[in-house]
């Protein structure tokens, strides 16, 4: 039986990544980087996914272009993944031990998102989640230079919702996530040990 996910009593913020965190998608992203990997002769393990996670799209495409040698055009390849994956998001489930502190905390504290993912998908998947209504505030990957695992996300996050970084805690599934946390100087929990994830596994 797994652990009762809580928050820290000395948050005065909560940021919350959204892929894999919130709603898990990050299965329904993996087949989509895979199926339209493999169209490339690019065989898109678990493994490889999991250096990526939490990384945008469109940088993602750059490196698996880069790294395999790879003849294709990064936007348009990217623009192939992020439909993928859009037509099947429905499929995704709430994580339910972050939604619950979400929805605790509604009204009670201030909450932001932070993820590498696009504003448009970002709301969908909220809203997917349940939760769209509980945030006003998305920092998302056209919104920073400077992408997980530098802080600029959560630190922009922290700015909208008025609170001092060491004051918010970060609830993150990705390595990237968890360091971009900690250099922010923000207190953090990985949410992965809540839940039972999928990746690697068909929808």
Known sequence: MKKELTKNPLAKGLIFDIDGTICDTMPIHFIAWRQTSAEHGIDFTPELFNEVIGVPALQTSQYLKNKF?????????????????????????????????????????????????????????????????CFEHVVASEDVVNHKPFPDTFLRAAELIGIQPTDCEVFEDGQLGLLAAERAGMMWVDVTPYYEVTIGKEI
């Open 69 to 133: 040698n790879a003849n294709f055009d990064e936007v348009e390849f990217t623009r192939t993944k992020e439909e993928r994956f859009e037509q099947n998001m429905h499929k995704a489930k709430p994580i339910m031990p972050v939604v619950n502190i979400i929805l605790e905390n509604k009204g009670k504290l201030p909450m932001a998102c932070g993820t590498g993912g696009s504003q448009y998908l970002a709301w969908k998947t909220l809203e997917i989640a349940g939760v769209k209504d």
